[in-house]
T-cell receptor, first 113, second 109 residues
Framework: DVKVTQSSRYLVKRTGEKVFLECVQD?????MFWYRQDPGLGLRLIYF???????EKGDIPEGYSVSREKKERFSLILESASTNQTSMYLC????????????FGPGTRLTVT | GQNIDQPTEMTATEGAIVQINCTYQ??????LFWYQQHAGEAPTFLSY????GLEEKGRFSSFLSRSKGYSYLLLKELQMKDSASYLC??????????FGAGTRLTVKP
């Protein structure tokens, strides 16, 4: 079974802090994604990556950056957390070669105070 | 731009059939997905359509019409455990997925 893990289920940070959200997948998938999910807005794509050291902006990249130094790991960085970044963050991966099904991690609920 | 629309909420009775519609306007199309998400959990894959027509998988079926930008998810013999949000997602370009806001389905006894 594909397993996607995220470093924290719950996280509380203060405004202005730098925040790292880590995601690891164990199926050698090429593609990895970061979404945030808010009530009434659904899943919105922040960034995605086709390969190591490659990244593409999604719909709402402002205030975020990403890092993919190794194939299995995709990190989301909030350079200076703000209260409007309080949300559920979901990481996903897919193998991108014929099967585009995305496998999701359990999510990190981030609260910025 | 990308636009994916689906109803916000639906209610149905245990044992009945429910159809959840999704319309989309996207730049490019490489497939349409349906995911199920129970409250507090991650989305899980239900179905994938890339050609027009109906795909059946047990109690769940998914239909696609590319010319109309339209899909539906059909759930038969509803069970209480089917109460969840159902997310329609379109792959506009390779590996780049866009999700609708989701339809929250409540199944009542």
């Amino acid at each position: 079974d594909v397993k996607v893990t995220q470093s924290s289920r719950y996280l509380v940070k203060r405004t202005g802090e730098k925040v790292f959200l880590e995601c690891v997948q164990d199926m050698d998938h090429e593609n990895m994604f970061w979404y945030r999910q808010d009530p009434g807005l659904g899943l919105r794509l922040i960034y995605f990556s086709y390969d190591v050291k490659m990244k593409e902006k999604g719909d709402i990249p402002e205030g975020y950056s990403v890092s993919r130094e190794k194939k299995e790991r995709f990190s989301l960085i909030l350079e200076s957390a703000s209260t409007n970044q309080t949300s559920m963050y979901l990481c996903a991966s897919s193998d991108g070669t014929g099967s585009y099904e995305q496998y999701f991690g359990p999510g990190t609920r981030l609260t910025v105070t | 731009g990308q636009n994916i629309d689906q109803p916000t909420e639906m209610t149905a009775t245990e044992g009945a059939i429910v159809q959840i519609n999704c319309t989309y306007q996207t730049s490019g199309f490489n497939g349409l997905f349906w995911y199920q998400q129970h409250a507090g959990e991650a989305p899980t894959f239900l179905s994938y359509n890339v050609l027009d027509g109906l795909e059946e998988k047990g109690r769940f079926s998914s239909f696609l019409s590319r010319s109309k930008g339209y899909s539906y998810l059909l759930l038969k013999e509803l069970q209480m455990k089917d109460s969840a949000s159902y997310l329609c997602a379109v792959m506009a370009n390779n590996n780049d997925m866009r999700f609708g806001a989701g339809t929250r389905l409540t199944v009542k006894p």
